[in-house]
C-alpha cells in the first residue's frame, strides 16, 4: 500500500504534506491537504515564532519571570503543573516547556501575557490565515460551546520552512525556535522509527481522537512532513505516521 491509499484508507479528517527542502515548489506529496484541522498543540508553535518576534522586537524581555499560582496550573503534557506551590519561571522557560514538553500551564501563562488578539494579530502578520487562537487550552466551558483553536497545515508547513530559510522571522528569531523544536520530548510519533542519530524539529499535537505531528528531519537530504487529524483512531493513525515518516527517511538518507 502506497502512501496516500495508506491515509486513504484511515477513517476521519486525515491530512499529510511531504517536501524535499531542496524543491522550492509545491510539495512532492499531500493528502487533504487544504483542510482546516483541531489544533491541539500545534498552536504553541506559531504561538512560538510570535514570542521570538517579540523578544527580537524588544517587546518581551525572555528573562523577565512570571509567577505559576496553582490557578495556572493545566492538566494534561508537561510538568509545571506537578511542582507544589507557587513559584516562579522565566519568559525563556515557559516557552521551552510549551515546545519541549507540550505544557498546557506554560501555553496558558504566555497566551495570557500576550493575548488571545495579539497572537491572533501576530499569526495574521505572519500570513496564517487558518490558524487562530479562540481560547485557552483546556477550557472546558469555551470547548462546549464550540471553541477551538485551529490550524492549516500547509500554512504551518510553510513556516516550517521559513524557519530553515532564516529570513522571513529573521535569523535570531528562526534558530531560537528550530533550536527549542530539535529538544522536542514528545517522540513517539515522526521520530519513532527513524534513527535516533538524525536530528528532528518537530512539535506534535494531542487530544481525545486528534493526533497531529510537523517537522524537519535533518536527513542527507533535509525534508519537511506533517501529519494532521481529528476525528481518527489514534492508535491506527500514529501507526501510519511511524511507517510513513520511516519510509519517507529511507528515501532521503543516502
Known amino acids: 500500500m502506497d502512501i496516500i491509499e495508506m491515509l486513504d484508507s484511515i477513517s476521519g479528517n486525515v491530512g499529510f504534506y511531504y517536501k524535499n527542502l531542496a524543491n522550492n515548489e509545491e510539495p512532492e506529496l499531500a493528502f487533504n491537504h487544504e483542510a482546516t484541522f483541531i489544533a491541539a498543540s500545534i498552536i504553541k508553535l506559531p504561538m512560538a515564532v510570535a514570542l521570538e518576534q517579540l523578544i527580537v522586537e524588544g517587546e518581551i524581555n525572555h528573562l523577565s519571570k512570571l509567577t505559576i499560582c496553582d490557578s495556572d496550573k493545566m492538566p494534561g503534557a508537561g510538568g509545571l503543573s506537578l511542582i507544589p506551590g507557587k513559584f516562579e519561571i522565566s519568559i525563556r522557560g515557559l516557552i521551552n516547556n510549551m515546545i519541549a514538553l507540550s505544557d498546557n500551564t506554560a501555553a496558558n501563562k504566555l497566551l495570557r501575557l500576550v493575548s488571545i488578539r495579539g497572537f491572533n ?19 472546558e466551558e469555551a470547548h462546549l460551546r464550540g471553541l477551538n483553536n485551529y490550524f492549516g497545515l500547509p500554512e504551518i508547513m510553510v513556516l516550517l520552512q521559513d524557519l530553515y530559510n532564516g529570513e522571513k522571522y529573521g535569523k535570531e528569531a528562526s534558530n531560537a525556535v528550530m533550536s527549542i523544536l ?68 529511507l528515501r532521503n538518507a543516502n
Open 121 to 139: 494579530d501576530r499569526f495574521k502578520q505572519m500570513g496564517l490565515e487558518k490558524t487562530r487562537v479562540n481560547r485557552l487550552l483546556f477550557d
Open 182 to 249: 530539535r529538544l522536542q520530548k514528545v517522540n513517539h510519533k515522526i521520530p519513532c522509527r527513524i534513527p535516533s542519530s538524525v536530528a528532528i524539529a518537530h512539535k506534535t499535537g494531542e487530544d481525545e481522537r486528534t493526533t497531529h505531528d510537523v517537522g524537519i528531519v535533518f536527513s542527507k537530504k533535509p525534508f519537511l512532513i506533517g501529519f494532521a487529524s481529528n476525528d481518527v483512531d489514534v492508535y491506527e493513525m500514529e501507526d501510519a505516521i511511524k511507517n510513513i515518516s520511516l519510509q519517507l527517511y
